[in-house]
């Protein structure tokens, strides 16, 4: 097993499926580049002899469309970022914290990362989607799902404010968990 000697760049990425680690090579005496999903191979090209340029991949369940750009800064400087569905890695997770909730809670030893992608109210849970049942109730609405052993629940409700919106809540045996912040 070669050693990642030529390692230049290590982003973390929260999607609803997990977070994922995206690593990339990038030899600039050999060309070589090498880009990493979760610690398994993505790409490999050996000998480029352009420098600069872009890969791009797919990341998680979901094959999110991710683009890694190679730009020179100055002389033999290179500069690397990382795009998730055509925007910055930054300004995909501004939007993705709008989009949906996430809460990270520790059932019976066991952590998990319960997702909610508010646009489809799909619910996912340490990289499964999971099935729900959604039921309308006096104040907004509840989704339904097990964890494990146990029945959770998130609670939908207006805020009263329009900038607000809705809040999101998830309850887990009559417990409030808090929102996680990725």
């Keep these: 097993l070669e050693k990642m000697t030529d390692l230049v760049a290590v982003w973390e990425v929260a999607l609803s499926d997990g977070v994922h ?15 990493y999903v979760d610690g398994k191979e993505a790409i490999r090209k050996e ?16 094959k999110t469309k991710a683009t890694i750009n190679i730009d020179a800064v100055s002389g033999f400087a290179y500069e690397y970022t990382l795009e998730i569905n055509g925007k910055s890695l930054k300004k995909y997770m501004e939007n993705r914290s709008k989009t949906t909730n996430t809460w990270i809670l520790t059932l019976g030893g066991t ?8 646009d489809t109210m799909d619910v ?3 990289g499964q ?30 805020s009263g404010k329009r900038k607000e919106g809705i809040i999101h809540t998830l309850i887990v045996d009559d417990r409030e968990i808090p929102e996680a912040v990725e």
């Design 111 to 118: 952590e998990y990362r319960v997702v909610l992608e508010k």
């Design 129 to 158: 989607k999971l099935e729900t049942a959604g039921e309308f109730v006096e104040d907004g609405t509840e989704t339904h799902f097990s964890v494990g052993d146990y029945s959770c629940c998130i609670k939908a409700v207006s």
């Design 21 to 35: 680690k995206i690593e990339f090579e990038h030899g600039t005496t050999s060309g070589k580049r090498v880009v």
């Design 124 to 126: 996912w849970c340490n």
């Design 47 to 62: 000998w480029m002899f352009k420098l600069v340029g872009k890969e791009t991949f797919t990341v998680g369940a979901a």
